[in-house]
C-alpha cells in the first residue's frame, strides 16, 4: 500500500515557476510508475505527466512539454514536478497517482492504470 502527500501548491503570476512535491510512504516506493495529474473546475482529471519506476522513462501531455518536468528520487520516496512558464489555462487541483502495477517498464497516462491518489494540491495561475 503506498500512501501519497502533495505539497508545493500556490499562487503565482503567469510567467512563473512552482515546484510540487508527492511524499510516499512504504518501502515499496522505488517499484511504483508515478503520475502528476490535475482537475479544473468544471472539467474531468486529466494526464499531465508520469515517470517509471526506474526514473528513465517520462511522458506527458502535449500542453506541457516544454514547461514541466517530471522527476524522482527514491532515496527520499518523493516525486516532484517542476511547472516553468506557467498559464493560467493551467490552474487546477494537482494529484499525484502511483500505478496500480509495479515495477512496469514504461509510465502509464490513463486514470484507470493508478490505483493509489494524493489528496491534491491547488495550482492558482493569475493572468
Known amino acids: 500500500q503506498v500512501q501519497l502527500v502533495e505539497s508545493g501548491g500556490g499562487l503565482v503570476q503567469a510567467g512563473g515557476s512552482l515546484r510540487l512535491s508527492c511524499a510516499a510512504s512504504?518501502?515499496?516506493?522505488?517499484?511504483?510508475?508515478m503520475g502528476w495529474f490535475r482537475q479544473a473546475p468544471g472539467k474531468e482529471r486529466e494526464f499531465v505527466a508520469g515517470i517509471n519506476w526506474s526514473g528513465d522513462k517520462t511522458v506527458y501531455t502535449d500542453s506541457v512539454k516544454g514547461r514541466f518536468t517530471i522527476s524522482r528520487d527514491n532515496a527520499k520516496n518523493t516525486v516532484y514536478l517542476q511547472m516553468n512558464s506557467l498559464k493560467p489555462e493551467d490552474t487546477a487541483v494537482y494529484y499525484c497517482a502511483a500505478d496500480r502495477i509495479v515495477l512496469r517498464s514504461f509510465a502509464v497516462t490513463t486514470t484507470n492504470e493508478y490505483g493509489h491518489w494524493g489528496q491534491g494540491t491547488q495550482v492558482t495561475v493569475s493572468s
Open positions: 512504504g518501502r515499496t516506493f522505488s517499484r511504483y510508475g
